[in-house]
C-alpha cells in the first residue's frame, strides 16, 4: 500500500459521503475470498469497540463496508494488483466477504501520521494457530505491481506477558518501488481470537520509529473483553 492508498481510505471514512469515493480503489483484494458460515453475533459491527473507547492519541473512525475490506486487505503488505506472488503458497486471503463478517475502525495520530487499525473479522473455522503457521511460514515474500517489486519481510516477536490469549504479535516491512522511487513501510500486528471472531490490531508507519505497543495492547484486550462479554 501507498502513502496515497492510506489517503484515500482515511478521507473515505471521515466523509459521509465515503461511499462516492470508491471509484478510485482497486478492483479488489489480493487473495481468495472466503464465504464465511453464519456463527454469534452474526455481524461483528455489533461488537467493534467504539470509537471513543480508542485512546484519545488515535481519534477513530468506522470505515464503511467495501472500504474496510480494502484497509484489511493491505494489511497483508501487497496491493491490490499484486502479481507474481512468491512463494504462491504465502498468497494471502482476501477479507470476508460475507455481510456482517468484517468491521475495520482506524485511528490516527496527527503528530506523526501513524495509524492504529482495528480488525474484527468471522474468519469461522480457521483457528489462530493457522494464522501463525502462515505468519512463521510466509516470512519472505516477493510481488510485483506493474514495474514496482515488492518484498515483504515478516518476523514473530515476543508477546507482551499481560496479553490476553490465544494471541501473538509480528512486525511485517514493507519495501516496494522501482529505480525512480521506493516506499519503506512498517507495520505491527498483534493478533488475538475468541471462537470464530479474530481480532488483529496494527500500527502502520512509513518509515521504521517505535511502535506503540502499550497502546496496542489496550486495544487488543479491550476488543477481546467485549467480544467475551457479548
Known sequence: MTESDMRKWRLAATTA??????????????GTARPIPQVTPANVQTVLL???????????VVLPPQVAAQAAGDMSGLPDAAENIAPPDCKPDAPPTTVGALAVAVGTNESDRSTLTLIVENVGDSSIEKLHDYVTRCTDITAKNRAAEISVHTEVLPSPADLKSPSFVWRRVVRSGSALASLHETMVTMAGQVGAIRVLV?????????????????VLNSQLSKIKHS
Not at 17 to 30: D, H, K, P, T, Y
Not at 207 to 215: A, E, F, I, M
Open 202 to 218: 496494527t500500527y502502520m508507519t512509513f518509515g521504521s520509529p517505535s511502535p506503540d505497543l502499550d497502546t496496542m495492547k489496550t
Open 50 to 60: 467504539e470509537t471513543s473507547q480508542f485512546p484519545n492519541t488515535y481519534p477513530a
Open 17 to 30: 459521503a465515503g461511499a462516492l469515493l470508491l471509484g478510485g480503489c482497486s478492483e479488489g483484494v489480493v
